[in-house]
């Protein structure tokens, strides 16, 4: 993992100094945010990126949710309608979610969509492969009327390392 770390922080900051870059975690010339999430593969490449600014940003827990507070949280770049980037400790403690506050800190170990997806868990355990997708059903604010039964959604998690803790960077869409 430390050779995937310096190679995305490399990546990472010759983006910012000459707007070029061959990792796939991040786009050469045009780096994806929220708003150009349409499918898996722009799904993996915008996680992707969101974990390589943790990891290149926060080097101390303190410095963690005031950092996604004030780089996640507000619409724009990494958030854009349902699109939005959600930290887990990979106990399944939500950690910080942009959209939904409310829900840090609760143990989110066990939640299961309709057909017992275990969401958390299977993202967990894709991020811990290197980073995956998990499809599940999950209530569509655009949507009217699938409170209850939810509808189709692709998550995609990976892991990100803060001061030697590794946590899950995650987001999804509805296809």
């Not at 770049?77 to 950690?95: A, T």
Request: charge should be negative; charged fraction near 20%.
């Amino acid at each position: 993992m430390h050779g995937k770390l310096m190679t995305r922080a490399l990546c990472l900051l010759a983006l910012a100094a000459v707007g070029g870059c061959s990792d796939d975690a991040v786009s050469p010339d045009d780096p994806v945010t929220a708003d150009r999430v349409v499918d898996r593969e722009t799904l993996k490449a915008f996680v992707e990126r969101a974990a390589t600014t943790v990891e290149v940003s926060v080097s101390s827990p303190a410095q963690a949710y005031p950092f996604a507070d004030a780089t996640f949280r507000p619409e724009g770049e990494w958030r854009h309608g349902s699109v939005y980037i959600y930290v887990v400790s990979l106990d399944g403690i939500s950690l910080f979610n942009a959209v939904q506050p409310s829900i840090e800190g609760t143990n989110l170990w066990d939640l299961e969509d309709l057909n017992g997806v275990k969401i958390v868990q299977d993202l967990i355990a894709e991020a811990n492969q290197g980073g995956g997708f998990v499809e599940y059903l999950w209530d569509n604010p655009a949507v009217t009327g699938d409170e209850v039964d939810g509808s189709p959604k692709v998550g995609y998690g990976t892991l990100a390392t803060v001061a030697g803790e590794s946590i899950l960077i995650g987001s999804g869409i509805y296809p």
